[in-house]
Every structure is written in structure tokens, then in C-alpha cells.
């Protein structure tokens, strides 16, 4: 148990690095085109700053899934890394279609995954509205930085 909970939360910690510095270079790339974004024409810049913070999003998680996938496949968890990429993502999007399970002796994993998932995505709601809030707010000229 404590082998499972150990190398879950080092594989949490690994994906909050990941979020961290993705949000970072997401981060950098609006404020460097900031200027741009906040001149007319608005709903197409608004569109872009959008569409480039989903793709990043989704960017990060498939970084944070394939993270975990590498782990399953090293610890020789299922036959192939198929199999390991596709539990992650199922677990990590919480989906649970439990056609593939993980074996008794590492089932603590896929709850660690599931949580590691809900939070990462509830970053990403985060990372989006806050570009959304930033933009429109660079458009209005309520803020100038």
C-alpha cells in the first residue's frame, strides 16, 4: 500500500510540474502578444488566445497522461503501452469504463490517477477562464500590462 500511495504521489507531483510550467509558457506567450490582442479586431484575437489555451491544455494532458502511462509500463503493469496509455486516459478522465483493470496489488493507482485527473482539470477550467478574463479585459483597456 505504501508503495502505491509513494509512487502515485511522486507521479502527482511530477504532473503538477508539468501543469506548472505549461500554465508558465502559456503565461509568456499571451503576455507577448498581448498588445496584439488587445487592438480591434476583438472576437477573432479572442478566438485565437482561446483556442491556443485549449490546445496547450490539452497539451498538458496528455503530457500528465502519458506521465502516468510511462509509469504503468514501467512497473510492467499491463501487456503493452497501449494498454498503459489507454488506463490512463481512462482513469485520468475519470471515465472508468473498466474493461481494462488494474491488478489487485496496484488497484490504488487508478483512484491516485482519477484524483490527479479531476485536479488537473480543474486547472485547465482555470487556465481558460483566466485567458478569457485576461483578454477581454486587455480589449476593454482595463488593463495595460
Known sequence: MFVQLSIGSALIAATALVAAFSWLGLELILIRTHHWAARPPFVLKLAFALSLALVWSIMMVMASVGIWALAFSMLHIFDNFEASIY?????FTTLGFGDILLPLEWRLLGGLAAANGLLIFGLLTAMLVETLRQTRLRQ?????K
Not at 488506463?87 to 482513469?91: D, G, I, K, R
Not at 476593454?140 to 495595460?144: D, L, Q, S, T
Open 87 to 91: 488506463f490512463s486516459l481512462v482513469a
Open 140 to 144: 476593454r483597456g482595463v488593463i495595460n
